[in-house]
């Protein structure tokens, strides 16, 4: 079935160290992939997102990158802040039907 | 522009009984998702509806339901609780008409079965 695997579960870093989040989806037919931010007890929020014809996405401190051969896709944070800690989900998007990896609880330490 | 609005907030039911969460999307907005986040699940998807009718289904028993109303409003049932049912139950709000309409969530319902 449709399924999408997320790695690391827990990350910790060193501010101003960078962060890479990692997710592989299952269902080819994925065309647009979100990473939400989770801080705790708020709603989850987009962050940035990757459609299927775009290999890499930036803006400012976060890029994501997609592999479509691979199914593959990344969220990468340059010179992290504490106010980066949060959980993140990624998700990979067929026909508005969103599958969402388990996340990853980023911290980071000052 | 008002956000995504749940009611009620905070849920305690008994197993056995039934719950039905309301979902209000932003102004605007054709398409309700609903969630079921657990520490252990992350989000999982139930069902999406667009223009009152059900879109896509998610891999839940059919003790989950749903409906949406010509206002775009959404609500969401379980029959028969049981104990695993205890969740964050978030609603997400988009267009629904384009490829990657941006979801926006809302703040959640928390239902403890005991």
């Known amino acids: 079935g449709e399924n999408v695997e997320q790695h690391p579960s827990t990350l910790s870093v060193q501010e101003g160290d960078s962060a890479v989040i990692k997710c592989t989806y299952s269902?080819?037919?994925?065309?647009?992939f979100p990473w939400y931010k989770q801080e705790l007890g708020k709603r989850p929020q987009l962050i940035i997102d990757i459609r299927s014809n775009v290999g890499e996405k930036k803006d400012q401190r976060i890029a994501v990158t997609l592999n479509k051969t691979a199914k593959h896709f990344s969220l990468h944070i340059t010179e992290t802040q504490p106010e980066d800690s949060a959980v993140y989900f990624c998700?990979?998007?067929?026909?508005?039907?969103?599958?969402f990896g388990t996340g990853t609880r980023l911290k980071v330490l000052a | 522009k008002a956000g995504v609005t749940q009611t009620p907030r905070y849920l305690i039911k008994t197993r056995g009984q039934q719950v039905t969460l309301s979902c209000s999307p932003i102004s605007g907005h054709r398409s309700v998702s609903w969630y079921q986040q657990t520490p252990g699940q992350g989000l999982q998807f139930l069902f999406e509806y667009f223009s009152e009718t059900q879109r896509n289904k998610g891999n839940f028993p059919g003790r989950f339901s749903g409906r949406q109303f010509s206002n775009s409003r959404s609500e969401m049932n379980v029959s028969t609780l049981e104990l695993g049912d205890s969740a964050l139950y978030l609603c997400?709000?988009?267009?629904?008409?384009?490829?990657?309409?941006?979801?926006?969530f809302g703040p959640g319902t928390r239902l403890t079965v005991t």
């Open positions: 269902d080819s037919a994925s065309n647009y």
């Open positions: 997400a709000s988009s267009l629904g008409q384009g490829f990657g309409d941006e979801q926006y």
């Open positions: 998700a990979a998007v067929k026909t508005y039907k969103y599958i």
